[in-house]
T-cell receptor, first 114, second 116 residues
Framework: LAKTTQPISMDSYEGQEVNITCSHNNIATNDYITWYQQFPSQGPRFIIQGYKTKVTNEVASLFIPADRKSSTLSLPRVSLSDTAVYYCLVGDISTTSGTYKYIFGTGTRLKVLA | ETGVTQSPTHLIKTRGQQVTLRCSSQSGHNTVSWYQQALGQGPQFIFQYYREEENGRGNFPPRFSGLQFPNYSSELNVNALELDDSALYLC???????????????FGPGTRLTVL
């Protein structure tokens, strides 16, 4: 069963780059790694998704090494509004039942300071 | 394009009762997943429905059950409510084959269930 771990919390100042790493020791071969942002009492909001190497969109970059046992979300020039909890999400297929399940990371609470 | 919607927004029940939560998937999505998020914790996968069949399940007892309808909307039913069932229940929809095994999941705003 895949297990995902993230740092519990991080502090950063406005304008800095923030990198959050998720370790996932065993994920489904065909699945993507997805990152979400969540504010209190709201549903997770999609940030970025990737399978291998590097992906970049208008808000973030995602780095995935060849072994896919980890991924790093990079947020360039954070602002106060980026204060939130960040989760990685991976998929896992049971070796016994063949059924699929999703596993969220433990979550990283990012606090951006002025 | 309509996003994922959930109803009701908030719900209060007493221990032992039953509850039904509803989810409408995003336009073009045919797969729905449900998650439970206790206060201060990350979301935990309950199950996933595709073509009206459950095709994946997390570590939740059978009193957590679901349905998916031909229009891809879904229900989560919880019987014999316990105090620990108090949580934010999240629904996500996706479309297989677009990216990864079951596609990118997009989440609704959640239903806050309080069990007294």
């Amino acid at each position: 069963l895949a297990k995902t771990t993230q740092p519990i919390s991080m502090d950063s100042y406005e304008g800095q780059e923030v990198n959050i790493t998720c370790s996932h020791n065993n994920i489904a071969t065909n699945d993507y790694i997805t990152w979400y942002q969540q504010f209190p009492s709201q549903g997770p909001r999609f940030i970025i998704q990737g399978y291998k190497t590097k992906v970049t969109n208008e808000v973030a970059s995602l780095f995935i090494p060849a072994d896919r046992k980890s991924s790093t979300l990079s947020l360039p020039r954070v602002s106060l509004s980026d204060t939130a909890v960040y989760y990685c999400l991976v998929g896992d297929i049971s070796t016994t039942s063949g059924t699929y399940k999703y596993i969220f990371g433990t979550g990283t609470r990012l606090k951006v300071l002025a | 394009e309509t996003g994922v919607t959930q109803s009701p927004t908030h719900l209060i029940k007493t221990r032992g009762q039953q509850v039904t939560l509803r989810c409408s998937s995003q336009s073009g999505h045919n797969t729905v997943s449900w998650y439970q998020q206790a206060l201060g914790q990350g979301p935990q996968f309950i199950f996933q429905y595709y073509r009206e069949e459950e095709n994946g399940r997390g570590n939740f007892p059978p009193r957590f059950s679901g349905l998916q309808f031909p229009n891809y909307s879904s229900e989560l039913n919880v019987n014999a409510l316990e105090l620990d069932d108090s949580a934010l229940y999240l629904c996500a929809s996706s479309s297989p084959g677009t990216s990864g095994e079951w596609g990118t999941q997009y989440f609704g705003p959640g239903t806050r269930l309080t069990v007294l």
